[in-house]
């Protein structure tokens, strides 16, 4: 026999995420009378209160919060039964659900879906793009597998998420060859040319207009844009120089469509790639593959 109604405490669960009995009631589809009912009887079962009401307000007790937290692990990991078995088929086919950051290098995107399906041909991959707190929220209601993001994850959620840092990418100023030609190094004679700059909140856009400054460069700058890849492609048309992560150049589409300005001195700047996942009892077997695997490769001839 079962010693505990889970039934109940789900119940007990939903009331607690949702704040109230009412808001519990229009997730559950069930009746106050009912809900109420049942959430007595988990109480009498545990022999404890699991809320007092303060000002027509219900807070968990002490012994509340206890019970809180068996429940989320107890249902989080019913999820995550539920959505391994999608992750393993009756087939051999896996399935791999990635959040992109959104304006990040398409490049990083390609690069990690060609290591899923060099190593697994028959995969099914699903990529969505997305701001960082919306990609984050998914992963861990599980409806992401992995992340890709530029953004590191702050400590406090460590121990929440995966988080590998899968490439650390030289930038390096780029722009169409006719440009290049003209202004061939990174120097203060690039100033008043055409400048196509990340916008804010990029991590480098406060480093790059620091960078100009330090080398006594004024640009002029012509736009600024959150998607790396209207950077990429303003570039090419030969709207001026902008500051793009080697991994890109280097792979560039078409070929010799940029030169690289020569610098004396290295930049250092970097575009930092990382890759997080959900820390899962049993994870999927694709994310724990590209966690040890997949790396962006960083050549030599980038600085």
């Given at each position: 026999m079962i010693p505990l109604n889970y039934h109940h405490l789900y119940y007990f669960y939903v009331i607690a995420k949702s704040g109230s009995i009412a808001k519990a009631c229009d997730t559950l589809l069930l009746s106050q009378p009912a809900v109420s009912t049942q959430l007595k009887q988990l109480e009498r079962s545990l022999g404890s209160s699991l809320f007092e009401r303060r000002k027509q307000r219900l807070y968990l007790t002490e012994q509340g919060r206890f019970v809180l937290d068996y429940a989320e692990s107890i249902f989080e990991m019913g999820k995550e039964l539920k959505d391994n078995l999608k992750d393993h088929p009756r087939t051999t086919r896996f399935t791999i659900r990635i959040g992109i950051l959104s304006g990040s290098p398409r490049a990083f995107g390609h690069a990690l879906v060609e290591c899923v399906l060099d190593r697994f041909s028959s995969a099914y991959v699903i990529v969505r793009e997305g701001q960082l707190d919306k990609l984050l929220t998914e992963l861990q209601e599980q409806r992401l597998d992995a992340i890709l993001t530029s953004i590191s994850i702050h400590s406090h959620e460590q121990g929440m998420f995966l988080s590998h840092l899968v490439g650390r990418v030289p930038i390096v100023f780029a722009a169409a060859p006719e440009i290049a030609r003209r202004h061939k190094e990174f120097s203060p004679n690039l100033n008043g040319v055409p400048f196509i700059i990340p916008s804010w909140p990029s991590h480098l856009h406060d480093q790059i207009l620091d960078l100009l400054a330090e080398r006594k460069i004024k640009p002029n700058l012509v736009v600024e844009a959150e998607d790396a890849e209207l950077v990429r492609h303003l570039a090419i048309s030969g709207?001026?120089?902008?500051?793009?992560?080697?991994?890109?150049?280097?792979?560039?589409?078409?070929?010799?469509?940029?030169?690289?300005?020569?610098?004396?001195?290295?930049?250092?700047?970097?575009?930092?790639?990382?890759?997080?996942?959900k820390q899962r009892k049993w994870p999927n077997p694709v994310v724990e593959y590209l966690l040890k695997s997949f790396r962006l490769p960083v050549k030599a001839t980038y600085s």
């Open positions: 709207r001026g120089v902008a500051p793009l992560n080697a991994y890109t150049v280097s792979v560039n589409q078409p070929r010799n469509s940029l030169t690289v300005l020569k610098t004396k001195t290295p930049l250092r700047l970097y575009d930092s790639v990382y890759l997080v996942a």
